[in-house]
């Protein structure tokens, strides 16, 4: 892989990571003023940011880091503390997922609990991201080479699954909810879309099958067509 082509896709990841914290931001922001917040998603989006993170997009960097810190060692303070930022992450991500799983099933949480655990995630994250973007990314552009990224590119294929076709499902069947919430259902249907794609890129697969909701099918019966 080209140089650039490895900067771009790290740019890119952070660019999704950051409109999904964006996400999770607003929805907060409800939560704080007695809204309604969509605790579903919220708890989707915390949950691929986790796992995505820490299956693909964590092990990735921490390669670069390695390789990074041999050709400028006066880089050690900064990937030291990113590398430490990506355990914090990880665990209070955990934390957010648990309360929001907790939510769903109606157990009662005190809401300054829920929300010193979102802003802390959100914080770091946010912070993480802005630093790797300014003192990481210009750094690997420039002592990073092909032979490299490479490398990079070898840390998630050693142990991850093999995937012949994606079966795609997951949309927003609830015509009204779309209508109620348009903005959580675009982050649904196409950036769930979007999810599906980046894990198929990554997973090198070749097939997805994409089948329409139920809502169709109903109205088809309802018409007796």
């Known amino acids: 892989m080209k140089t650039q082509d490895a900067i771009r896709m790290w740019h890119d990841e952070h660019a999704r990571f950051s409109r999904l914290i964006d996400f999770l931001d607003t929805q907060m922001m409800a939560f704080h003023e007695g809204g309604h917040p969509n605790y579903e998603l919220m708890r989707d989006v915390v949950y691929y940011l986790q796992h995505y993170a820490d299956r693909y997009h964590h092990p990735r960097e921490d390669v670069a880091f390695e390789l990074i810190l041999k050709r400028e060692p006066a880089l050690a303070p900064v990937i030291k503390r990113l590398m430490h930022e990506h355990r914090v992450i990880n665990t209070v991500s955990a934390k957010l997922y648990k309360y929001l799983e907790d939510i769903l099933e109606d157990a009662f949480i005190a809401r300054e609990t829920v929300e010193a655990v979102a802003a802390t995630y959100i914080v770091y994250y ?30 998630m294929n050693s142990d991850r699954l093999k995937f012949d076709v994606v079966v795609h499902l997951a949309t927003e069947a609830d015509n009204a909810a779309t209508l109620r919430d348009p903005k959580s259902a675009m982050a649904v249907i196409a950036g769930g879309t979007q999810r599906v794609l980046d894990f198929a890129r990554e997973s090198g697969v070749r097939k997805m099958l994409f089948t329409s909701s139920g809502s169709v099918l109903a109205r088809i019966a309802r018409s007796g067509e």
């Open 126 to 155: 946010r912070n993480h991201i802005d630093s790797e973007e300014t003192d990481i990314l210009p750094q690997a552009a420039q002592l990073m080479k092909e032979e490299d990224w490479a490398k990079v590119a070898a840390a």
